[in-house]
């Protein structure tokens, strides 16, 4: 019997979160091809007590048989070397509730570190409230994880006001256009000037993911209206590529919501090929409207992501160099540098970077 490799499959079992396996999970912990080769690991591993059979469990219904349901042997104290860990998390962790319940500890330390190291370290952020997704990038460099990751839902849910402390907001569905001036107002000035020669324009800004538009929704207003130097009227939540849609495209959105008022179109989305994608068919699905990219928000993106282990791109997007060349023309040589070097890397940054704190700063009134 092959000794070192057989202590390999006893340390997997010893981790394995369960107590019990059946016998077709074992087979996964065991990856060997031949049964009878599968069936001697097994029977050494139930002879060194790592495995107990469940015997009521019946047989398998191979030959020779085994088992179909196994306890594992864990040792009681194979959890105390975790106890000083423990004893040393924030106080606004459930510290408590992992000292009774060590092997919860071992299953939530991958969400829990980076909760732990943040309360320590970075407690000052969290006077600023965020959205989730803004938050979620902030702690764990993954803008969706508050929302949708049961694991992490699981640690929640244990860490009793933890959701509190970490003081982010929900974003619920909000409507397509949200009006910062009074585009009425604007339209009456433009009817009464029609014949002068009025060049009154309403700039709008166009925004890939939800959070972001939510966020800008709540700090923008008709006095505080300049976004990095630029006056915006309106935000518009793209919805992906929705915006650039061929069918209801945004030509005939303008033609039906602006009517007689001249609009500007500002694009902020991700920094990555889906959100480069997004833009150049926008712009070529819409070739009578003057849209632009909000060049001073992709800069602060990679300003802030200097330094940060930025996440995986997501898989199967497409890539096409003449969209990237396209977009990165209208950057100086510094930045199409950086934005090669993170799309190349199989990286992105994505709007969350930029959160409620950062769009608070870049936020000016009209006479700033």
Not at 166 to 195: C, G, Q, V, W
Not at 273 to 285: A, C, H, K, Q, R
């Given at each position: 019997m092959d000794l070192q490799r057989n202590e390999q499959f006893a340390k997997k079992l010893l981790e394995y979160e369960k107590i019990r396996i059946t016998e077709k999970e074992l087979r996964k912990i065991i990856p060997v091809s031949d049964y009878e080769d599968y069936y001697n690991i097994v029977t050494e591993l139930v002879k060194s007590n790592i495995i107990i059979p469940v015997k009521k469990s019946g047989s398998n219904g191979m030959y020779p048989p085994l088992y179909k349901r196994y306890s594992i042997?864990?040792?009681?104290?194979?959890?105390?070397?975790?106890?000083?860990?423990?004893?040393?998390?924030?106080?606004?962790?459930?510290?408590?509730?992992?000292?009774?319940?060590?092997?919860?500890?071992?299953?939530?330390?991958p969400w829990l570190l980076p909760i732990d190291d943040f309360l320590k370290h970075n407690s000052h952020k969290l006077k600023i409230p965020l959205s989730i997704n803004e938050r979620s990038f902030q702690i764990f460099r993954r803008e969706k994880a508050l929302r949708e990751d049961k694991e992490l839902a699981a640690v929640l849910s244990f860490n009793p006001g933890l959701i509190d402390a970490l003081n982010y907001y929900l974003t619920p569905e909000p409507f397509f256009t949200y009006n910062i001036a009074d585009i009425n107002i604007m339209e009456s000035i433009n009817d009464n000037n029609r014949d002068k020669g009025s060049t009154d324009e309403w700039n709008v800004l166009i925004i890939e993911n939800k959070d972001t538009w939510y966020t800008l929704k709540n700090i923008m207003s008709p006095k505080r209206n300049r976004l990095a130097g630029v006056r915006i009227d309106s935000l518009i939540y793209g919805e992906g590529k929705k915006i650039a849609r061929k069918a209801d495209s945004l030509t005939e959105f303008d033609k039906s919501f602006f009517r007689n008022v001249k609009a500007n179109y500002y694009y902020f989305g991700d920094l990555d090929y889906e959100g480069i994608g997004i833009l150049y068919d926008l712009v070529n699905v819409n070739p009578k409207l003057k849209i632009e990219l909000m060049r001073p928000l992709y800069i602060a993106m990679l300003k802030t992501a200097q330094g940060v282990d930025l996440p995986v791109a997501k898989e199967k997007q497409i890539k096409k160099a003449e969209e990237v060349d396209w977009f990165i023309s209208f950057f100086e040589p510094r930045y199409q540098s950086l934005i090669m070097g993170i799309l190349e890397m199989g990286r992105y940054i994505p709007q969350e970077i930029l959160n409620n704190g950062d769009f608070s700063e870049l936020v000016f009134s009209k006479g700033g």
């Amino acid at each position: 019997m092959d000794l070192q490799r057989n202590e390999q499959f006893a340390k997997k079992l010893l981790e394995y979160e369960k107590i019990r396996i059946t016998e077709k999970e074992l087979r996964k912990i065991i990856p060997v091809s031949d049964y009878e080769d599968y069936y001697n690991i097994v029977t050494e591993l139930v002879k060194s007590n790592i495995i107990i059979p469940v015997k009521k469990s019946g047989s398998n219904g191979m030959y020779p048989p085994l088992y179909k349901r196994y306890s594992i042997a864990k040792p009681e104290n194979q959890y105390d070397e975790l106890i000083p860990e423990i004893r040393l998390l924030h106080y606004k962790l459930n510290i408590e509730g992992y000292l009774a319940n060590p092997e919860k500890y071992q299953k939530h330390k991958p969400w829990l570190l980076p909760i732990d190291d943040f309360l320590k370290h970075n407690s000052h952020k969290l006077k600023i409230p965020l959205s989730i997704n803004e938050r979620s990038f902030q702690i764990f460099r993954r803008e969706k994880a508050l929302r949708e990751d049961k694991e992490l839902a699981a640690v929640l849910s244990f860490n009793p006001g933890l959701i509190d402390a970490l003081n982010y907001y929900l974003t619920p569905e909000p409507f397509f256009t949200y009006n910062i001036a009074d585009i009425n107002i604007m339209e009456s000035i433009n009817d009464n000037n029609r014949d002068k020669g009025s060049t009154d324009e309403w700039n709008v800004l166009i925004i890939e993911n939800k959070d972001t538009w939510y966020t800008l929704k709540n700090i923008m207003s008709p006095k505080r209206n300049r976004l990095a130097g630029v006056r915006i009227d309106s935000l518009i939540y793209g919805e992906g590529k929705k915006i650039a849609r061929k069918a209801d495209s945004l030509t005939e959105f303008d033609k039906s919501f602006f009517r007689n008022v001249k609009a500007n179109y500002y694009y902020f989305g991700d920094l990555d090929y889906e959100g480069i994608g997004i833009l150049y068919d926008l712009v070529n699905v819409n070739p009578k409207l003057k849209i632009e990219l909000m060049r001073p928000l992709y800069i602060a993106m990679l300003k802030t992501a200097q330094g940060v282990d930025l996440p995986v791109a997501k898989e199967k997007q497409i890539k096409k160099a003449e969209e990237v060349d396209w977009f990165i023309s209208f950057f100086e040589p510094r930045y199409q540098s950086l934005i090669m070097g993170i799309l190349e890397m199989g990286r992105y940054i994505p709007q969350e970077i930029l959160n409620n704190g950062d769009f608070s700063e870049l936020v000016f009134s009209k006479g700033g």
